[in-house]
């Protein structure tokens, strides 16, 4: 596999969820060091999970399984990553300017919701 096509193919389809989980990385990064490692995994964990519910609803559809009645439980599925992102505002001790990234993660989280919709019911174009 060429590097231009593996760059497009990230691109295409999977770069928000890599966005999604590099604003975890920031944020984790920009915590007080002095905080608690969980206290500084939960403020960031955001991101992450956009990741993983976007790597969920590919491994429904790679093992044979996607079906439409998925699509109501990847939904509620996806409120994981949006409650995480309000719990953030409270949990993160550190430069609050940080926040400003929430708006890309929330167009990601979107990206993921829509595209991991169409996933898990097997309708990928």
Known sequence: MSFDLLAQWLRD???PALIAGLISVAYYWASIPGQSVTRRALASAHGVSTALL?????????????????????????????ALMVLSFYLFRGNRL?????????????????RGTVVVTGLVF
């Open 13 to 15: 389809f999977h770069l």
């Open 54 to 82: 976007y790597a969920g609803a590919w491994s429904v559809y790679l093992t044979h399984h996607a079906s439409d009645e998925w699509a109501a439980a990847f939904a509620r599925m996806a409120l994981v990553p949006l």
């Open 98 to 114: 940080i926040h400003l990234l929430q708006l890309p993660n929330a167009l990601c989280l979107l990206w993921v919701w829509l």
